[in-house]
Nanobody, 114 residues
Framework: QVQLVESGGGLVQPGGSLRLSCVASENRFRFNAMGWYRQAPGKSRELVAS???????NYADFVKGRFTVSRDNAKNTVYLQMDSLKPEDTALYYC????????WGQGTQVTVSS
């Protein structure tokens, strides 16, 4: 089975930065898309950023210019560099990867507060 292990969440002040990492348990075959969703209390789950195996990226409007998604295909690892964080970025961030089906991480909490 494929397992996604996330790390890098935590508490940060507004304007600060965090870097999230997500490592898949196996790398025999390359994932198509990898990326991140987030969900805040009382809100729907929303796509933050995605990246295809060839390197093309897609970002939600609310993070454009502030977040950067990248991946290491050899390691089946996806990253999310988050800069200029705002309180409204506070949410549980979920890593995902696709290869026929969608795999999900357990989520890592990001809290932006002064």
């Amino acid at each position: 089975q494929v397992q996604l292990v996330e790390s890098g969440g935590g508490l940060v002040q507004p304007g600060g930065s965090l870097r999230l990492s997500c490592v898949a348990s196996e790398n025999r075959f390359r994932f198509n898309a990898m990326g991140w969703y987030r969900q805040a209390p009382g809100k729907s789950r929303e796509l933050v950023a995605s990246i295809l195996s060839g390197g093309s990226t897609n970002y939600a409007d609310f993070v454009k210019g502030r977040f950067t998604v990248s991946r290491d295909n050899a390691k089946n690892t996806v990253y999310l560099q988050m800069d200029s964080l705002k309180p409204e970025d506070t949410a549980l961030y979920y890593c995902y990867a696709t290869r026929g089906i969608v795999y999900w991480g357990q989520g890592t909490q990001v809290t932006v507060s002064s």
